[in-house]
């Protein structure tokens, strides 16, 4: 699945609120600087203090909604035919330097329907790149460029010879609100990133920061990373982001966040990340499809305050599924993708073995709180269903700053892992016998560390729980001989249909934990 398919799953989630603010450089740009209260700085001095004022100014305003003005033209555009309009190659911003990155934007149109305002940030100043529909091709859409000369950018990507050195592939693309997705080392697109999630499924509805401009610093030919700047508004909050953009095996964005909130929200959700689950062998699809598994992130993974690491695998539930974990100071989270083979997803187009995990390692601090995992119901798999974020227990006061700050990894061959035994995979239904009765089957792998000790010397414990809502019939253990590993098997009786059923299982040895808690969610009927 390419960036472009896997956003049409954005549009699932509402309404991208959007307003662009426009500021200009050198001298003529004095005068108007000044009568917009606000003279950009030259590059040595530009940072995060300039966007914040930016956000902090805007706070104290009230929320201007944006106005769509799209040309039938571009309205009407679906997936396929939004996907062949493309930035010229010889238009590349930088492509003729000997800065290892380059830029090309994405234009307004489908879903990506208001503007946002792109600047570079050089030893000179600061220049806003101005939009040009001459600058991009067209393929097969009837479009006169003569006809889009109001209107702008909807993002950028960017690349990096992050595959081959001499070649430059996309590494991180903004496009559609305030996500960002990025790649790290012979990954393709999967999971987002957003920089804010408010009153995500609360009744009230979701509310959809936007990223109303952009900084991009150019950097130098010896350069390994990339600066970016953004500024962000919604009805309730304002904000000002850093992201210094890594390529590598494992590409990181290092994100310095600062925002206000203009009024109460019920809800906010720290750095973000949004997926896709349709199926996978612990859930089966409804209807015929040869793949044994549909997925771009198979579970969350949290590494608790009290060092404890827990897997909830994923699922695509009926109803709205909203659980959380309770932590102080976590030391990560992320939404992870651990089938690496072909033979897991038999799927030779999207190839979702090669989908990133994205795990997130606060930078400092972060108190009280809870990570929050978020499953909608989803009848196919271009819809992003699955969302978790870190929401803190104490909001932050209106109009006054509060600061955060992380990293967002987005690994494939190096994932971020328990020390020891981790859950490779889950099983539902029963295999070679078969019990005449309602109960539900389960088989849990568990592999790492400690796996090879299978011998009758080492068998650690399995340690199982559930809620009042469940029986448990039968246990087994048993050593794995084909992943080295172990073999949890589960045999339990649902006591109302109508509930989920919540269960925890580790296992110990010596009395100790050698493995991360598998922690499932059976959804209701």
């Known amino acids: 699945m390419t960036y472009l398919l896997a956003n049409q799953r954005l549009a699932a989630f509402g309404l991208f609120w959007t307003f662009a603010y426009r500021w200009r450089v050198g001298w003529f740009a004095c005068t108007a600087g000044l009568l917009l209260g606000f003279l950009p700085p030259p590059a040595a001095a530009f940072d995060l203090k300039q966007v914040s004022e930016r956000a902090r100014q805007l706070a104290n305003d009230s929320f201007k909604k944006p106005e769509t003005k799209l040309p039938p033209e571009l309205q009407g555009l679906d997936y396929g035919h939004y996907q062949q309009i493309n930035y010229k190659p010889e238009r590349i911003l930088w492509r003729n330097t000997k800065t290892p990155f380059d830029l090309d934007f994405f234009p307004q149109g489908w879903h990506f329907n208001l503007p946002v305002k792109i600047n570079e940030v050089t030893a000179q100043g600061v220049r806003e790149i101005r939009y040009n529909p001459n600058d991009f091709n067209y393929g097969s859409n009837k479009i006169n460029p003569d006809n889009l000369r109001s209107q702008g950018f909807a993002g ?93 095996v494992s590409t990181t964005m290092e994100v310095s966040g600062r925002l206000y909130l203009r009024d109460k929200v019920g809800k906010l959700g720290l750095a973000p990340l949004t997926s896709m689950f349709f199926f996978s062998p612990g859930q089966r699809p409804t209807s015929d499809d040869y793949r044994p598994a549909v997925h771009d992130s198979s579970g969350l993974s949290v590494h608790m305050g009290s060092g404890e690491w827990i897997w909830r695998p994923l699922s695509n539930p009926k109803r709205l599924l909203v659980t959380s974990f309770a932590t102080t100071d976590p030391v990560g989270f992320g939404l992870m993708q651990r089938q690496r083979t072909f033979a897991d ?125 469940a029986k448990l019939l039968e246990q087994k253990l048993s050593y794995n001989e084909a992943t080295s590993g172990w073999r949890l098997s589960l045999r339990l009786q649902r006591l109302d249909a109508a509930k989920p059923v919540e269960m925890r299982a580790s296992l110990r040895s010596e009395n100790k934990r050698i493995s991360e808690t598998w922690s499932y969610i059976l959804p209701p009927d």
């Open 345 to 469: 997803f038999e799927d030779p187009y999207l190839r979702y073995e090669l989908r990133p995990s994205a795990w997130v390692e606060p930078i400092g601090k972060w108190g009280a709180g809870r990570v929050e995992l978020v499953q909608i119901p989803t009848t196919d798999e271009t819809n992003d269903n699955i969302v978790a974020y870190w929401v803190p227990d104490k909001l932050p006061a209106i109009k006054q700053p509060f600061d955060f700050n992380y990293r967002v990894w987005w690994q494939k061959d190096q994932q971020t892992r328990p020390p020891e035994l981790s859950v490779a995979q889950t099983l539902y239904g029963r295999g070679y016998t078969h019990t005449p009765d309602d109960s539900i089957s389960l088989a849990v792998d568990f592999a790492g560390s400690h796996a090879n000790s299978g011998t009758p010397a080492f068998t650690p414990e399995a340690q199982v729980s559930m809620d009042a809502n």
């Open 156 to 248: 950028f990507r960017v690349h990096y010879p992050i595959n081959a050195a001499n070649r430059r592939d996309e590494v991180v693309a903004f496009l559609g609100a305030s996500y960002f997705r990025a790649l790290g080392k012979g990954q393709r697109y999967g999971l987002s990133a957003r920089a804010l999630a408010i009153d995500t499924a609360l009744g009230s509805g979701e509310e959809f920061p936007r990223f109303v401009e952009f900084w991009v610093v150019r950097p130098l030919p010896s350069a390994k990373q990339l600066v970016i700047y953004g500024l962000l508004d919604s009805p309730r909050a304002t904000g000002a982001y850093r992201f210094v953009l890594k390529p590598g």
